[in-house]
């Protein structure tokens, strides 16, 4: 690779070159087998190549990279040359509904554990070796890096997508009689780009692409974190095949998955938040940039039920005696660490609706506690105990995540606090409208719960080291290569997003770096793997407390005003601090801006630890009733209207 990374024990790399290539769209064929708590079957992959970089190829070449100076293993790959009649008898047998996936095909034999029986076959097809820099005619071909960790891969393979009945209406040929890789990445080209409105056609394609038969094995090695995967001859990622399926299964101690009983000791399996995100449930792109859609069948025992974070209501579909299929689909591009799935005995339950007498007050949750992935979310059983405030106030709080952290992301995942900082903000909007609170009311409430926020914050400040507590990249960061590059870790990802197209130049150091890079796309998540940041919550209670100094020191009605047009302009885009900022005080009145700018902001809030001063002015509560409504805060057992009564004689004292 071109960049080495050294990430210290707690860091996350992310390894997918994404720089190069881009995964556009996923297909999953996958199977539950509870006995052995492992997912297994097929991934297939499209890919598009980032042609603006293909330039600079001579000069950014993939290098072989193998732990302990071990050559990758390959298989010979079988030729990709040849007629088209042949592979379309084979296709044609196999059927298609509403984009499912019918078959797997042929499985290569494994043990029980999910790992070849045979030794060699543990990271490749054959025991022969393959060095870097022969083969080629001293050329170096191109290194497809996936983001992978605790998975068994067995095989990888091309597809041969102009197998597929009808494909040729992407090549503009009214037949096609002979295949070249340029021909099958064309069509691949072809579909990934089709307009929005097309999806179904394009999704239908995919499925049955998906089931095209393969037309050669691909070199491929695994380390610690990543999947590495050649074609011999390619030098290139334009000319690397566009379409490829992974033959695999995760592990019971896959990091991604989660194997659990229900209260009722009933099986289930579910994933959700896991610091790796999901490359230990299939093989990924993970950085921000990586935008994808998808579609993925999953087979389980009829007894059970499969919910994915899908656009679709699934029914399941009998397979055979006891098994059945769930399908389902996402249109909008996201983040691969967005997909969630949850297999179990569910059943649907009709919620009650909150009533506008429950607490106002919160207590403090942890980010495990609630879970947020397009049109499913996680919450703790503890969150729904007692009184339904508790539930009401989470599930604004997720429901934020809408529109800061899908519908607008972070580009760099330091910058936690754009979708964290703004839910938690706008979760106390929600929650107010959603009891009907009179304005002096949601008033009263809200800096209450401000007052509460602000003791949590400064314990947070107290009990954490000062390089977690910053919300943007650092100067100091250590160098990973070219460039300095440190990512932070947030489970909650942006959707339907591309790049923002603001300007991210700036003569300040530090702002600079926001949003960089490798070369090759790879980069380190900062304390991602730091077990004490499942339970911080600088990033959300921080970011709180910017957004309501600002909207304090603008007014309501300006800074909402505001809000709503920043959410118009940049939906599904990823942006970066500096993007909300300057936008912010470019559209505000010049006698409301006063002091403020951009490098102020950044200086004080951050990339500073700790808690900038100027916040003490807008926590208006006194310290001792954030003690006396210590237990409040844990357990929320006080109706509003009588913890009202408290603050109000409080403050009169």
């Not at 499925?207 to 491929?220: K, N």
């Not at 030098?235 to 101690?253: G, N």
């Amino acid at each position: 690779m071109d960049v080495k990374l050294e990430p210290s024990w707690d860091d996350l790399p992310l390894m997918a070159n994404t720089s190069h290539i881009l995964v556009k769209h996923y297909v999953l064929d996958l199977d539950v087998d509870f006995e052995s708590q492992i997912f297994e079957g097929t991934i297939v992959l499209f890919f598009e190549s980032r042609n603006r970089l293909e330039k600079q190829s001579g000069s950014t070449k993939e290098t072989c990279r193998s732990e302990s100076n071990e050559a990758c293993r390959f298989s010979t790959p079988e030729p990709c040359h040849s007629p088209v009649t042949d592979t379309r008898t084979s296709s044609s047998k196999t059927g298609y509904n509403d984009f499912a996936i019918c078959g797997k095909g042929e499985k290569d034999t494994s043990g029980k554990d999910g790992n070849h029986d045979n030794p060699e076959q543990a990271s490749g097809i054959s025991s022969s070796k393959y060095c870097c820099d022969t083969g080629n005619h001293g050329s170096e071909d191109f290194l497809l890096v996936l983001d992978c960790c605790d998975l068994s891969v067995f095989k990888v393979e091309e597809v041969d997508v102009a197998a597929v009945p009808g494909i040729e209406t992407f090549t503009g040929s009214p037949q096609i009689t002979f295949v070249s890789e340029e021909l099958r990445n064309q069509i691949v080209h072809e579909l990934v780009t089709l307009p929005a409105d097309r999806w179904r056609e394009q999704f239908d394609y995919y499925a049955h692409c998906s089931q095209a038969p393969g037309c050669g094995e691909l070199l491929f090695d695994t380390d610690t974190w990543s999947l590495q995967i050649r074609k011999t001859g390619a030098q290139t990622a334009t000319d690397f095949p566009h379409a490829i399926r992974i033959w695999y299964s995760t592990k019971p101690q896959g990091r991604s998955v989660t194997w659990t009983s229900d209260q009722s000791g009933r099986p289930c399996v579910y994933t959700m938040g896991s610091p790796v995100n999901n490359r230990a449930l299939f093989p990924c792109q993970e950085p921000p940039v990586a935008m994808s859609t998808w579609q993925a069948t999953v087979g389980a025992a009829a007894s059970f039920v499969v919910l994915m974070s899908g656009e679709n209501s699934a029914k399941p579909t009998q397979l055979r005696e006891g098994r059945a299929s769930w399908h389902y689909y996402v249109t909008m591009p996201m983040p691969a660490s967005t997909f969630t799935i949850a297999v179990g005995s569910w059943a649907e339950m009709k919620p009650e609706i909150c009533s506008s007498e429950d607490l106002a007050a919160e207590r403090s949750l942890t980010p495990s506690e609630a879970d947020f992935s397009p049109h499913i979310i996680f919450l703790s059983q503890s969150v729904l105990i007692g009184m339904n405030h508790l539930c009401g106030t989470r599930l604004c709080h997720e429901i934020a995540h809408a529109w800061f952290g899908l519908a607008i992301g972070a580009r760099d995942w330091t910058e936690e606090w754009l979708s964290e900082g703004f839910a938690t903000h706008l979760e106390d909007v929600f929650w107010a409208k959603a009891q009907q609170l009179a304005p002096h009311e949601a008033w009263e409430q809200q800096e209450l719960k401000a007052d509460l926020r602000w003791r949590c914050l400064q314990d947070e400040v107290r009990n954490y080291p000062e390089e977690m507590q910053v919300l943007s990249c650092l100067s100091e960061t250590p160098s990973l290569g070219p460039r300095n590059t440190v990512i932070a870790m947030t489970t909650e990802a942006p959707s339907p997003l591309q790049p923002s197209v603001w300007n991210m130049q700036s003569d300040r150091p530090n702002k600079e770096k926001t949003g960089h890079v490798s070369d090759s796309g790879s980069s380190v998540i900062k304390h991602g793997l730091n077990p004490e940041k499942v339970f911080m919550q600088v990033h959300y209670l921080k970011g709180y407390f910017l957004l309501r100094f600002l909207a304090q020191r603008l007014g309501d009605d300006t800074y909402f005003a505001f809000l709503r047009k920043f959410v118009h302009t940049f939906h599904g885009q990823l942006i970066l601090s500096q993007d909300f900022l300057q936008m912010l005080l470019e559209n505000i009145p010049e006698e409301k801006r006063l002091d403020l700018s951009v490098e102020n902001i950044f200086r004080d809030w951050l990339e500073s630890s700790g808690i900038p001063q100027v916040t003490e002015a807008f926590c208006l509560l006194s310290g001792r009733l954030a003690v006396w409504l210590a237990p409040i805060f844990l357990f929320g057992h006080t109706e509003w209207k009588s913890l009202k009564k408290m603050w109000k004689s409080l403050q009169q004292q």
